[in-house]
């Protein structure tokens, strides 16, 4: 039978047995007489009975001679032989009322059972509640939070930085509140709607917007929560959810980090074809065909990992619509700021416009913890109000670590360190189009940082040039030069520069073709663009071992010419060098008003020609205040 499930057959069996259990006791009662015992020892003496059982209540046997009710066995209660004496030949009928404890032998069992299940029943759902493998009831239910219409709070208003953004999501909002004037037209709404962006840039937040916004039942779940333990689970999730979708229409399902879920399925018999994640992976697909936008429910979906997505799931049809949630530009870190400053107590004079240019790179999340950091800088000063310097301390403190002043170094060491910091100070002072140098300090941060020089950028950048590439490499450079020159041998102090330095050179030939002797070829290209991680960087393509030199020479040419003009500015303006790290050391820190006085014979350097060609140093002297905002 199509509709015979097991729930049945065990429904069938249970009632069979009752049935058989009942019969079987009326047949019996229908046999059995009760007599008193009185009658019982008239019987005995009449040797009409046979057979006898005897148990600590009761007698059983059988009767010889049929009664009347043609009953043949017969049963009474058991009676103390000393009690039966004094009623024996009295003519009395007497017996023993036996007291009936079923219901308290039923709940001398019953009772610890249910209390056992119910201590295990709560102890289970309490697991289950904490993600772990209990609540075996419930295992494929789905597991996304359900916010009520008046549960999300959070507005486009709450949301900054990315206006592109929230333009293409409007329409996604027009459509819940209003679909009918989509449906005039014919048109209908993407099923699927990804947003990809770096971490941290509010997609999440976003997505509660656009909730918020229509005012709609929101479903909010991450791709890791399908899987489970057990296999099939995952699929049944996916399934419960869009049923709870359905039930709640018009509504939005959320899935944060659908890379977890929806990663790339591996070709042949590389995976078994039976792995979980693909079985829930195609169920999502399934369900993603099987309903339309007209039913109200439209799914939103986060990831900073685009390129592991499969491609079945990022089809016309389905996610069909990406929506880029990038850094926020100098615009969007001020609107960000103004939300987040209003949940502290900031000076109404704070230049948010300086703040805004000294984060550049910063995401929506990086600013907030901005703001909390400065918040906290103002309490350890004692402050009724956040203030600008304490943003810059916050800044310093995301970008350099915290402060180690318990590291106490010893001369020698602060020596090198400070003529080091000094380096990369007057090497970057001296190079045209550099950014701006906000603090030089010989006092240790982070994990083992011994010092740093902070250079912020104040405008957002999108492009840079060769020999602005080549700058860089050459201020890096700075520190191990002025150690050279000062000292006649360099430390270990450089490391974390020289890991730089490669980079950005080998980027340069690899990446950018800006190798004369190579050309215009690309021998590397980044694998992730969102994540900045030393295990997503590059894929390089097949080359020959005659390219693989020529690359390595390139490289090599690269980092001598930036180590040559390096050099050359540090020789050139040695007594500034000197002068310098003798002040850093008394003062240890020196901020960006010292640095310009220090700065004020600054020889520039000057590129002169085309690149291959001789550059020297600039001899003439221009005005400090320009000199120092060009250059610093």
């Known amino acids: 039978m199509a509709g015979f499930r097991m729930n049945d057959a065990i429904l069938m069996l249970v009632i069979f047995v009752t049935t058989f259990w009942l019969q079987s006791l009326w047949v019996e009662s229908s046999q059995v007489a009760g007599i008193t015992y009185s009658e019982f020892q008239k019987m005995v003496k009449e040797k009409s009975v046979d057979n006898l059982i005897f148990s600590d209540r009761y007698i059983r046997g059988d009767i010889k001679n049929p009664r009347e009710d043609k009953r043949t066995r017969f049963v009474t209660s058991r009676l103390e032989p000393e009690v039966a004496k004094e009623f024996e030949g009295s003519g009395l009928k ?240 001020e609107a960000i700021l103004k939300v987040h400053l209003k949940k502290i107590k900031a000076h109404e004079g704070l230049n948010i416009e300086n703040i805004a240019a000294l984060t550049s790179g910063f995401t929506g999340a990086d600013l907030a913890n901005l703001v909390n950091e400065s918040a906290l800088a103002a309490i350890r000063r004692k402050s009724a109000m956040v203030q600008q310097e304490d943003f810059v301390v916050a800044i310093e403190r995301i970008v350099a670590g915290l402060e180690k002043k318990t590291r106490i170094l010893n001369p020698a060491e602060k020596k090198t360190v400070a003529y080091h910091e000094m380096g990369h100070a007057l090497v970057s002072c001296a190079l045209p189009g550099t950014d701006k140098i906000q603090k030089v300090s010989i006092i240790p941060r982070g994990l083992g940082a011994l010092g740093y020089t902070i250079q912020r950028p104040t405008e957002d950048r999108y492009l840079m040039t060769k020999q602005e590439l080549v700058n860089k490499i050459s201020i890096l450079l700075g520190g191990r030069m002025a150690e050279e020159i000062i000292f006649g041998e360099i430390s270990t102090g450089a490391a974390d520069d020289l890991v730089k330095v490669t980079n950005i050179a080998e980027a340069l030939v690899t990446r950018y073709g800006m190798s004369p002797a190579l050309g215009n070829i690309v021998f590397e290209q980044p694998q992730s663009t969102f994540l900045e991680s030393p295990f997503y960087q590059n894929i390089s393509r097949n080359k020959s071992e005659q390219s693989a030199t020529l690359i390595d020479s390139e490289i090599r040419k690269v980092i001598e010419q930036s180590t040559r003009v390096s050099r050359e500015i540090l020789l050139q303006n040695r007594d500034i060098l000197e002068h310098g790290a003798q002040t850093l050391i008394e003062k240890e820190t020196l901020i960006e008003s010292e640095l310009k006085e220090l700065m004020i014979n600054l020889k520039v350097y000057a590129h002169k020609k085309i690149e291959g060609q001789t550059n020297k140093l600039s001899a003439s002297k221009t005005s400090p205040e320009t000199n120092f905002q060009a250059n610093i």
């Not at 971490?199 to 991450?222: D, N, Q, R």
């Not at 936008?293 to 016309?316: F, H, M, Q, S, Y």
Request: glycine share 10%; hydrophobic share 40%; net charge negative.
């Open 94 to 333: 007497y017996s023993r009322e036996v007291e009936s404890t079923i219901f308290r032998d039923i709940l001398s069992w019953t009772v610890p059972t249910l209390l056992l299940l119910g201590v295990w029943m709560y102890f289970s759902k309490k697991m289950y509640e904490k993600g772990g493998v209990g609540g075996l009831m419930s295992v494929g239910k789905s597991k996304a939070k359900l916010y009520a219409e008046q549960d999300v709070k959070v507005t486009f208003d709450d949301v900054a930085g990315v206006d592109e953004a929230k333009e293409e999501l409007k329409e996604v909002i027009e459509f819940l509140r209003n679909p009918k004037e989509f449906e005039k037209l014919g048109a209908r709404m993407p099923k699927g709607i990804l947003l990809i962006g770096p971490p941290g840039t509010g997609k999440t937040m976003l997505a509660k917007a656009v909730a918020g916004e229509a005012h709609v039942t929101f479903f909010s779940i991450s791709g890791s929560e399908f899987v489970e333990l057990f296999v099939g689970v995952g699929a049944a999730r996916v399934r419960d959810l869009f049923e709870q979708a359905r039930k709640q229409a018009p509504c939005i399902i959320f899935i944060d980090e659908l890379d977890a879920l929806g990663r790339v399925r591996a070709p042949g018999m590389i995976s078994g074809g039976h792995d979980e994640k693909e079985q829930t992976l195609n169920q999502l697909l399934a369900e993603l065909d099987g309903f339309e936008t007209k039913e109200g429910i439209i799914l939103l979906a986060a990831t900073n990992r685009p390129e592991v997505l499969d491609p079945a799931l990022l089809r016309a049809g389905r996610f069909d619509r990406q929506v880029l949630v990038d850094r926020p530009d100098k615009s969007g870190r």
